[in-house]
């Protein structure tokens, strides 16, 4: 059973990952998908959805789950 992680824009670019499927089992929250996809500490400034809804880092996920990380969005 597995968690599906992607990362999208410049962040992608910047961490050189743009998906990842992780082990279910070694997977508890949004910072544990993180960790496990990248072997980084979280930027402070990260954006992250649970299946398409933007959650808190400490959300929970589980098995069959999309976890996706997103920059920074600014506008003008």
Avoid: H
Avoid at 34 to 47: H, P, V, Y
């Amino acid at each position: 059973m597995s968690i599906s992680v992607k990362f999208f824009a410049s962040l992608r670019e910047r961490i050189g990952i743009d998906s990842r499927e992780l082990e279910a089992a070694d997977v508890n929250t949004v910072s544990d998908a993180w960790l496990a996809a990248t072997g980084k500490t979280m930027e402070d400034n990260i954006l992250f959805a649970v299946n398409q809804k933007y959650v808190a880092v400490d959300s929970p996920v589980s098995d069959g789950d999309e976890v996706a990380f997103f920059p920074p969005v600014t506008g003008g």
